[in-house]
Each structure stands twice: as structure tokens, then as C-alpha cells.
């Protein structure tokens, strides 16, 4: 077999696949540069797009600890699994025979292999000698409600919801070669093991991908994806602020004395910035349209020059924070809009993402980032390097367009079924009925190629909304709770200035508390 890499692609040649193109996505900053590891997923049948939904999300955390590939597992025989320092597949079609050659490559093969969900039954088959040689096997799936995961000393929530789906319960037959990896918890305070290890197989006994929140068991799949893609990964406690939709309609006095507090405490922050405030119809102005830049407002620009003296790092954060001149979905103003994504209201006032905009294409993308800039630079202010798309949402264009114009983003991932069909991403049209949010605990490079900076934390939330629960600092403090847990786990929040500082200050010193150290973006973004 002879092996040439080239840029991000990985060329494979062998008895098996000849002239094979297998998509090599690089690691994030900081990751150790010779570890590369192999996702596979089910492609197949109604939930092919599920399979790889899923491949994406646990691509876009591997990218942590190293850069990483994905194939349908049909398609194994394109590559070998020593070209890679880990493996990893994800069960999601039940009753698929998988094809005979991969089992046997996982059973004789020495690298790393993490099994997440369904059809460990065919692996166990497989070899009729496995329990004596892992030491466990499979036990059937346990569709009691379980509440939560405890996992590293730290109990992680678990969706009532996802109890249909169930978790495939794995019996410890020998203690010595065989341990729990977290432990699924029953209301009744009965508890199975959630997953095991044993020699180079581990195995998770559900995807634990859906039905996820903030505190969720979710985040310990994230740290067992990312140990098992770069074992060396750094343990530091960092944590990051970044203070939230400000615009030219922001109060000059509010930003001052939030600069003051953080800088007086040391913590460096940043400022996500949307130049240009629009209210087309005006919502909150008797009626009377307002369009304003930042250049019509001196007083905030001289503002955001006192946060960047004081450790402040802009940000853009799209260019009007809204979209044309309607709702979408809520009032058509600046801040309270999606800008790069169609969005609408159901009839309990739940989002519904529809796709993206009507005039959604590169060059429309392109021009918006660019008036954005022009603003920033008719104010005498500096153009972010860092980008956070309005509300985490715009379209695979969008986000392909940001990624060549900006270091990083500074959000989380929305990503749309069939932009990685059969692994290779970027090929085929985006299924926006298919679309999957992801949060990330540290640093990533998404299947886009962008540098994502966590924002794990969500927000100070007083109030409940629609479409967001009420949110307290000490809810966000719980969640840092877990987040410690997590390697290289990154304590990112963000905050709105209307609150003054009273919420920020707990926050701060709560995290701190934590033995959390306040960095800039810059530096997570740097590994």
C-alpha cells in the first residue's frame, strides 16, 4: 500500500481500492499533528441521512485530538484501518448486516476502536470466543428511563426522551479485562454500565447525539471522542466572556461598566459587534423606520475603543442582525433577528428553521462580510478577524464564505444532511430538511475547515421566552461544573449589557471559583 497526502486529501492506494479519494478534514490548533482517525457510519436505508448527521457531529469533535475521515461503512474496503491511529463507528440502522470484512478488521485490527450504538450483537457473533477475550458482551437494549450518566465522578443528564431509543446494556463477565466507561442511572437509583473498554475496543451503548442539552451526556461522549482521537491533549481550565449584540443602539455607559468590572478583575473578554442597526418598520420607534451605522454613533464607537483598551477583542457578529424587511421571526430588527437563515414561528412560538434566505448565494454572502467591514473602518474601529453568525445560523454558502474571509468563528455548528454524502463534504446540494445544531465543550475545525471557538455556557436569562428557558447564574455555574470534567473543556458564556452587572459579577467570580482561568479568544483559537 503506498499513501500520499495531499493538502487535505488523503490518497490511498491498495489491492482492495485503487485510486480511492478519501477526504482527510484537518485537527483544530493544538491537536497532535500524526493522529488521524476513521469514522464510520451507516449511510443505508430511510435514516441514511441520521448516519450521517451523526458522523459529522463526532468528525467535527475528533477534530480536538487530530485530523479524521469519514466513509460509510459499507465503503471500509476504500481504506485500511492501520492507516489510522483510531476508529470509530457509529450504529444507527438496525437489523443491516455489516459486511463480514469490517467486523473482522476490528476484531484482528490493533488500532483504537470506539463502537458507538447499534449492532454490537454482529461483532459479538462474529467471534464466538469474544467474552472471554474482552471480557464483557452485549446484554439486550434497556429501554428504561434512565435520568442522567455518571461518568469521571460527574453526573451528566440524560433526556426522558431519548428512553425509546434505549441503551445497549453491557454485561461485565470479567473485572480484569473489562471496565465501565460512565455508568446509565435509573430514577430508582439502579444503574448499568452506559459503556466499557477493554485491550483496544471501547464500546458506547447508545448515540448519544440527540435529545441533548446543556448539561448533558452529550458533553462526556464529547470527552471520550476526543481522548480517543489524541490521547495527549492538554488539560488546561480556560474560560472565555463575550459580551452580546452590540450595536449602534447599545448604551455607551452600560458597555463602560462592564469594560470596568472585567478589567478591574482581569478577564479578558470580547464584544460581538453588528455594525449597522435597522429597524424597518419601527417596532420600538412609534412607527418611524431607523437605519443607523455605527459611524452615526460616536458615542458607542468611543465605547468599543474603551473595551478594546481594556482587553476587549471585537467581533463580528454579522452585519445587521436582521434580514430585509419582515420578520424573521420575530420583529425585524436588529438583535432580535436571524440575518443568514429563513426562520419562522410555530403555533406554540417554537422556532422552525426553514432554509436559507432568498438571496442566499456566495456573492450575496460575500457583499454583506464586506459593507460589515466598510463599517467597522468608517468608524476607525478594527475589522474582527473572528466571526459569530446571528443566532449560530446561516447556510453551508454562508459558512464556506466565512471560513475564507476570517481566522475563526466564535459559535456553534449548523449543519445541513447531504453536504457529506458518502463522506465527501462539499459535493453535493445541502438537505435543509435535515438540519443539526451542535454545541462544543473546546476547540474544533468543522466540516466546513473553520476554527470554532466553544461557547458552552449559553447566558444570563432572567426571563422565560419562547423559544429559551429561564437561565440564572448559578444554572450556568452547574454547567461549569461538568464542563471541568471535560479534557481541555473551555467555560465560554456570553452576555447581554441591558443587564447591567450584577449577573455578569457572579458569573465571573463563579467560574473563577472553579479554578477556571479567564483567557482571550485568541488564545484558545490558538490551541
Avoid at 463507528?89 to 450504538?117: C, K, M
Avoid at 446509565?184 to 448519544?208: C, I, K, Q
Avoid at 485568541?522 to 490551541?527: E, F, K, L, N, V
Amino acid at each position: 500500500m503506498t499513501l500520499l497526502v495531499l493538502s487535505t486529501t488523503l490518497v490511498i492506494t491498495s489491492p482492495a481500492a485503487s485510486s480511492a479519494t478519501i477526504r482527510l478534514h484537518p485537527a483544530a490548533p493544538g491537536a497532535e499533528p500524526a493522529r488521524r482517525t476513521l469514522v464510520l457510519y451507516d449511510a443505508d436505508g430511510e435514516y441514511g441521512w441520521l448516519g450521517e448527521s451523526y458522523a459529522i457531529m463526532a468528525g467535527n469533535l475528533l477534530s480536538h485530538g487530530g485530523a479524521w475521515s469519514m466513509l460509510p461503512v459499507q465503503q471500509h474496503l476504500r481504506t485500511d484501518l492501520r492507516d489510522y491511529t483510531a476508529v470509530v463507528y457509529i450504529g444507527t440502522s438496525d437489523h443491516r448486516p455489516l459486511p463480514g470484512t469490517f467486523l473482522d478488521a476490528v476484531l484482528t485490527t490493533r488500532t483504537p476502536v470506539l463502537w458507538i450504538g447499534r449492532n454490537i450483537g454482529q461483532l459479538y457473533d462474529r467471534n464466538r470466543g469474544f467474552s472471554t477475550r474482552f471480557g464483557w458482551r452485549p446484554a439486550g437494549i434497556d429501554k428504561s428511563v434512565t435520568i442522567r450518566v455518571d461518568y469521571r465522578g460527574v453526573s451528566f443528564d440524560r433526556d426522558r426522551a431519548a428512553a425509546p431509543s434505549g441503551i445497549v446494556r453491557s454485561e461485565i463477565t470479567d473485572p480484569a479485562r473489562a471496565t465501565t466507561v460512565g455508568e446509565a442511572v435509573r430514577p430508582d437509583g439502579s444503574r448499568f454500565p452506559w459503556g466499557v473498554r477493554s485491550r483496544n475496543l471501547t464500546y458506547l451503548g447508545e448515540v448519544p447525539f440527540s435529545f441533548t442539552g446543556l448539561d448533558d451526556r452529550y458533553l462526556a461522549a464529547a470527552d471520550v471522542l476526543s481522548r480517543h482521537a489524541g490521547p495527549s491533549r492538554s488539560k488546561n481550565k480556560r474560560a472565555l466572556v463575550r459580551i452580546e449584540d452590540v450595536g449602534p443602539d447599545a448604551d455607551p455607559v452600560r458597555l463602560r461598566a462592564i469594560a470596568d468590572y472585567l478589567h478591574a478583575r482581569r478577564v479578558p473578554f470580547s464584544v460581538a459587534v453588528y455594525p449597522r442597526y435597522r429597524d424597518p418598520r419601527g417596532r420600538y420607534n412609534n412607527g418611524k423606520p431607523v437605519d443607523k451605522t455605527l459611524a452615526d454613533t460616536p458615542a458607542v464607537v468611543d465605547a468599543l475603543r474603551y473595551m478594546t483598551a481594556r482587553r476587549g477583542t471585537l467581533v463580528m457578529h454579522g452585519y445587521t442582525h436582521q434580514y430585509g424587511e419582515d420578520s424573521n421571526p420575530y420583529t425585524g430588527v436588529s438583535g432580535d433577528d436571524y440575518e443568514f437563515y429563513r426562520v419562522g414561528l410555530d403555533n406554540h412560538g417554537g422556532l422552525r428553521h426553514q432554509g436559507p434566505v432568498s438571496a442566499d448565494s456566495e456573492t450575496w454572502a460575500d457583499q454583506r462580510l464586506t459593507a460589515a467591514a466598510r463599517e467597522f473602518r468608517r468608524a476607525g474601529l478594527p475589522v474582527p478577524t473572528i466571526f459569530e453568525f446571528p443566532h449560530y445560523v446561516g447556510s453551508a454558502i454562508d459558512y464556506t464564505v466565512v471560513k475564507e474571509r476570517f481566522h475563526a468563528r466564535y459559535d456553534q455548528g449548523f449543519f445541513a444532511a447531504g453536504w457529506c454524502r458518502n463522506g465527501a463534504c462539499g459535493s453535493e446540494k445541502p438537505d435543509y430538511s435535515h438540519t443539526t445544531s451542535q454545541r462544543f465543550p473546546f476547540l474544533v475545525r468543522d466540516i466546513y475547515g473553520s476554527v470554532v471557538i466553544p461557547e458552552s455556557l449559553d447566558h444570563v436569562s432572567p426571563t422565560t421566552g419562547p423559544d429559551e428557558p429561564r437561565r440564572l447564574p448559578e444554572d450556568i455555574l452547574a454547567t461549569a461544573k461538568r464542563i471541568a470534567a471535560i479534557r481541555g473543556g473551555v467555560a465560554s458564556f456570553f452576555y447581554h449589557p441591558y443587564l447591567g452587572t450584577s449577573y455578569l459579577k457572579q458569573v465571573v467570580t463563579g467560574i473563577q471559583d472553579l479554578d477556571f482561568t479567564f483567557v482571550d479568544a485568541a488564545d484558545i483559537q490558538s490551541g
